[in-house]
């Protein structure tokens, strides 16, 4: 998160405790996925919490490494495939799966692009007032941070909408919403903040996973009653 230590360790425990819940309440295999995206951002806000505590003095450098290479792990290396990829396990309608697909292909092309950067360039944090910003030192084409911004944005943005389950719906709107208002108001730190907005999401995740459990539980019950007669 952005503002503090103790707000990012706050909030990442809240949703911790979201996601596990929202693991308990899941009903089938392909909703675990998606119902731990919560617990993922739990982590990632662990790591921003951790910077924000190893940042200020040069004897921590190491848990600085660690925090900042954890945190772009999930920013832009795990959202924009596993995001897709557990609507896609949601999914049951072919044509949406086959879209789904695309977009996860479109995912881990920018995944790829990303842990090449984290490999092979320098990545660092700095804390910038009451926000932490990411740097690395790899030169964009101007085509090119296009291109990157698209295959990004898509699958974590708007793959949601692919869904046929018009709840995920209602969370890629709120996603797309927090997208404009952290670009318009706090671009300099688009990868922290926009995050933050996400993770608040892991509610909305909640409410998924039950109306799906709902869900499968009444078409047992229509099961067991079409079977009884």
């Known amino acids: 998160m952005c503002f503090s230590a103790e707000a990012s360790f706050g909030t990442g425990t809240v949703i911790a405790i979201i996601g596990g819940i929202t693991l308990q309440k899941t009903s089938t295999p392909s909703q675990r996925i998606f119902a731990s995206i919560p617990l993922f951002f739990a982590i990632q806000q662990a790591m ?3 910077l924000w505590i190893s940042l200020p003095s040069t004897d921590y450098l190491l848990w ?18 596993l995001i897709p990829f557990s609507i896609w396990l949601l999914e049951k309608d072919a044509k949406r799966r086959r879209l ?3 977009a996860m292909g479109m995912g881990t ?8 950067i984290l490999i092979f360039h320098h990545a660092q944090a ?3 007032g009451y926000h932490i ?3 690395q030192d790899f ?4 085509p090119f941070l296009w291109l990157t911004s698209a295959f990004y944005f898509i699958p974590t943005a708007l793959s949601h909408f692919i869904s046929s389950n018009k709840k995920v719906w209602l969370l890629g709107i709120t996603i797309l919403f927090s997208f404009i208002i952290t670009k318009i108001y706090f671009e300099d730190h688009l990868v922290s903040i926009w995050c933050f907005f996400a993770a608040l999401l892991s509610v909305l995740i909640l409410w998924v996973i039950l109306d799906l459990r709902k869900s499968v539980l009444t078409e047992h019950k229509l099961v067991q009653l079409l079977l009884k007669t």
Do not use: C, M, N
């Open 64 to 81: 600085q490494r660690i925090a900042t290479y954890g945190f772009l792990l999930f920013a832009w290396i795990v959202w924009p495939v």
């Open 109 to 116: 092309f920018v995944s790829l692009f990303f842990a090449y």
């Open 48 to 50: 921003e919490g951790i």
């Open 139 to 142: 030169e964009y084409s101007k």
């Open 100 to 102: 789904l697909a695309i």
């Open 126 to 128: 700095s804390i910038e």
């Open 133 to 135: 910003v990411y740097h």
